[in-house]
């Protein structure tokens, strides 16, 4: 049986940790921590056991945040500043009153305003920002470096803002092999590289479409890859999708679910073909369950077929919205679901979805769900 487990979480205001025992029945919360800076997503190092949290905005500045004992201690890199950092600057009798002086010159001041996802290939860390830009750190979060090949893309000049503007929300590498790496950006849709980030193809391709139609939607809202293969899936603006060969085609998987629209996908860490969902009622339609009742829906069959898991989760009077990031599974058997609302909760399971808990509740709006389990 594998070992205690901890949830990172990334809310509104701070990141949190939730430590749940060796069984996952035992949960103790903790934070929040990073000054209370918005934190978009978290991820930690099963080997290490450090810890990073991305995010800001444009009071704070961007930046990651480093913890390697724990979530104990905490320390920022600064990547952009912000307007607080103007108004002490321009205010030096304000700053001497509060005790707390300007951050210098960031290194990307001027060009992002925020940090929207975390990930790792191999040993390199990479940071995907606000607007639309990845970073890199080969220090573990010390120093960063732009990858401007993705910058320079040639589709760059069309790349469009979704609604909460051009973001680079997702970040997925290849354990066995980390020069592979795929992104989604919302709304210019998936980019993947087999070399390290020195060139990028753009992967919208959609091999089922309508008449007419050629590609995927390019607001995507959360990409997962499933273990050991190339076998991609997203949920996107308009539905989900599969892609057998590492995102060159997609599939529309969305047949037998309620809705077109959602936020997050989660994929079983070792059986391919098993996937969990969280449909919502509509883009413009309050971005709720369906009926106001929650339920996540799970497919075994690579989404040939779906049904709803919501034994335990509100069935009535339910309007929380789940958000990209905030959904998670864990590596035990039977595995571990997890995802958190904006409405401050957080639920579990601990058999693949059957069943759910609440195991935390009137925490901040939580942006994004990951479990650190110790190797």
Same mark, same amino acid.
């Not at 589709?155 to 970040?171: D, K, R």
């Not at 020195?198 to 607001?219: F, I, K």
């Not at 679901?337 to 909760?345: H, Q, R």
């Given at each position: 049986?594998?070992?205690?487990?901890?949830?990172?979480?990334?809310?509104?205001?701070?990141?949190?940790?939730?430590?749940?025992?060796?069984?996952?029945?035992?949960?103790?919360?903790?934070?929040?921590?990073?000054?209370?800076?918005?934190?978009?997503?978290?991820?930690?190092?099963?080997?290490?056991?450090?810890?990073?949290?991305?995010?800001?905005?444009?009071?704070?500045?961007?930046?990651?945040?480093?913890?390697?004992?724990?979530?104990?201690?905490?320390?920022?890199?600064?990547?952009?500043?912000?307007?607080?950092?103007?108004?002490?600057?321009?205010?030096?009798?304000?700053?001497?009153?509060?005790?707390?002086?300007?951050?210098?010159?960031?290194?990307?001041?001027?060009?992002?305003?925020?940090?929207?996802?975390?990930?790792?290939?191999?040993?390199?860390?990479?940071?995907?920002?606000?607007?639309?830009?990845?970073?890199?750190?080969?220090?573990?979060?010390?120093?960063?470096?732009?990858?401007?090949?993705?910058?320079?893309?040639?589709?760059?000049?069309?790349?469009?803002?979704?609604?909460?503007?051009?973001?680079?929300?997702?970040?997925?590498?290849?354990?066995?092999?980390? =020069?592979?790496?795929?992104?989604?950006?919302?709304?210019? !849709? &998936? @980019?993947? #590289?087999? +070399? %390290? /980030?020195?060139? $990028? *193809?753009?992967?919208?391709?959609?091999?089922?479409?309508?008449?007419?139609?050629?590609?995927?939607?390019?607001?995507?809202?959360?990409?997962?890859?499933?273990?050991? =293969?190339?076998?991609?899936?997203?949920?996107?603006?308009? !539905? &989900? @999708?599969? #892609?057998? +060969? %590492? /995102?060159?085609? $997609? *599939?529309?998987?969305?047949?037998?679910?309620?809705?077109?629209?959602?936020?997050?996908?989660?994929?079983?860490?070792?059986?391919?073909?098993?996937?969990?969902?969280?449909?919502?009622?509509?883009?413009?339609?309050?971005?709720?369950?369906?009926?106001? #009742?929650?339920?996540?829906?799970?497919?075994? *069959?690579?989404?040939?077929?779906?049904?709803?898991?919501?034994?335990?989760?509100?069935?009535?009077?339910?309007?929380?919205?789940?958000?990209?990031?905030?959904?998670?599974?864990?590596?035990?058997?039977?595995?571990?679901?997890?995802?958190?609302?904006? #409405?401050?909760?957080?639920?579990?399971?601990? *058999?693949?979805?059957?069943?759910?808990?609440?195991?935390?509740?009137?925490?901040?709006?939580?942006?994004?769900?990951?479990?650190?389990?110790?190797?």
């Amino acid at each position: 049986m594998p070992g205690a487990l901890t949830l990172l979480i990334g809310t509104s205001k701070g990141a949190f940790l939730i430590d749940g025992d060796a069984r996952r029945e035992s949960w103790a919360l903790r934070g929040p921590f990073c000054d209370g800076w918005p934190i978009n997503h978290v991820i930690g190092d099963p080997e290490s056991g450090t810890i990073w949290a991305g995010g800001g905005g444009e009071w704070p500045g961007a930046g990651v945040w480093r913890s390697v004992d724990g979530g104990e201690t905490w320390r920022l890199s600064k990547l952009a500043t912000g307007k607080f950092d103007a108004f002490l600057r321009e205010d030096p009798a304000f700053a001497d009153q509060i005790g707390r002086q300007p951050d210098p010159p960031a290194p990307f001041d001027g060009r992002i305003d925020s940090i929207w996802s975390l990930g790792r290939a191999g040993r390199r860390l990479h940071a995907g920002a606000r607007p639309a830009m990845l970073l890199a750190s080969d220090d573990d979060g010390e120093s960063w470096t732009a990858i401007e090949t993705l910058t320079d893309h040639p589709s760059a000049p069309g790349w469009e803002p979704g609604g909460v503007g051009l973001t680079l929300h997702t970040i997925v590498a290849a354990p066995d092999d980390p =020069s592979r790496i795929w992104l989604a950006i919302s709304a210019a !849709g &998936v @980019f993947a #590289s087999e +070399d %390290g /980030g020195a060139t $990028w *193809d753009r992967r919208n391709r959609r091999s089922n479409a309508p008449a007419g139609s050629d590609e995927v939607g390019l607001c995507v809202h959360n990409m997962v890859r499933a273990p050991g =293969s190339d076998l991609l899936y997203q949920q996107n603006h308009q !539905g &989900v @999708f599969r #892609s057998p +060969d %590492g /995102g060159r085609s $997609w *599939d529309e998987i969305t047949a037998g679910l309620p809705s077109t629209f959602g936020f997050p996908v989660a994929v079983h860490p070792r059986d391919p073909a098993t996937v969990w969902v969280l449909p919502l009622n509509g883009d413009t339609a309050g971005r709720f369950p369906p009926g106001a #009742s929650a339920a996540v829906w799970k497919t075994s *069959d690579g989404g040939e077929s779906w049904s709803a898991r919501q034994e335990g989760l509100p069935a009535r009077d339910c309007f929380f919205t789940v958000l990209r990031q905030a959904m998670a599974t864990d590596e035990a058997t039977p595995a571990g679901v997890y995802f958190g609302t904006n #409405s401050g909760s957080i639920f579990a399971s601990t *058999d693949e979805g059957e069943h759910w808990t609440e195991i935390a509740r009137h925490l901040p709006t939580v942006f994004s769900v990951k479990v650190l389990q110790r190797a």
